[in-house]
């Protein structure tokens, strides 16, 4: 299953639920990718340990072979790497990425994203794909690419405006492009279970029909200390309220049976 996760608005936590959604399915012997398109790296960073301009082997690595004529081309696999977790492997980003770009749009390459993931495929159960704020070349690929995509939303009025834009985006997309594309959900992120104005804004998304998932994740310090040690929230504190939004969220995705808090 291949999985993108995407908003143009910065700030609404694509890397973190990417990252603790991909640890969530390694940790249940799933062999997962986190796949980071994002050229600020923050996938990258947060599973390896280390930023993105100190890899080698990086996505853009991979991508480059389709433009130069210069680079042997080697196979995808050999552009990922292991974290420190069972099951859990990077394809990640480099600021190279930003330079390539023009490129890879210049020479028509949209598709070469796919091809790519579909021969990890083979190897890998889940592939989780992180993009950066923008709809630019990678996020098209990413979203060419993917069979499932989740749309996180931050509960503010700005994000819902910019929510209408998006999906009419990806509506295009998936007549364009991408017609297996299935919009798998918004997730509430930073909910403020307390404040009335997140309440309000979902509710109201609700009733007019939009898909939003019925777990919605809390606003926590204990992800940006998660985010400080480098290690998902699984392995970083695993009972924590959290967390346990994460697997039920994760679990909800697979189609398993969630015991939902109502929203009043």
Do not use: W
Not at 49 to 74: C, I, M
Not at 165 to 176: A, K, N, P, S, V
Not at 200 to 205: N, R, Y
Not at 218 to 238: D, N, T
């Amino acid at each position: 299953m291949r999985r993108v996760v995407f908003n143009q608005k910065g700030g609404v936590g694509k890397s973190s639920i990417v990252c603790n959604l991909a640890a969530i399915s390694a940790a249940r012997g799933n062999r997962t990718l986190v796949v980071d398109l994002d050229p600020q790296g923050n996938s990258t960073r947060y599973l390896l340990g280390k930023p993105a301009t100190e890899l080698h082997d990086t996505v853009a690595d991979l991508l480059e072979q389709t433009v130069s004529f210069t680079v042997f081309n080697r196979r995808p696999d050999e552009f990922v790497h292991a974290t420190p977790y069972d099951n859990l492997f990077v394809l990640p980003s480099s600021p190279e990425l930003d330079f390539l770009e023009r490129k890879l749009e210049a020479k028509h390459k949209i598709y070469k994203l796919r091809e790519a993931l579909k021969k990890l495929g083979e190897n890998f159960d889940e592939i989780y794909i992180d993009t950066a704020p923008a709809l630019n070349f990678y996020t098209r690929s990413a979203l060419i690419a993917s069979e499932r995509c989740l749309i996180p939303f931050d509960c503010d009025d700005f994000s819902r405006q910019a929510l209408y834009g998006l999906l009419g985006e990806i509506r295009d997309l998936q007549e364009d492009h991408n017609e297996g594309l299935a919009i798998e959900g918004i997730i509430a992120n930073q909910f403020q279970s307390r404040a009335s104005l997140p309440r309000q804004l979902v509710l109201e998304l609700m009733e007019e029909g939009l898909p939003v998932l019925p777990v919605r994740l809390s606003s926590s310090v204990k992800m940006k200390e998660s985010h400080q040690a480098g290690r998902p929230l699984i392995h970083f504190a695993p009972k924590h309220a959290l967390t346990v939004q994460y697997v039920d969220l994760f679990r909800l995705l697979q189609g398993e049976s969630v015991e939902l808090t109502p929203l009043t």
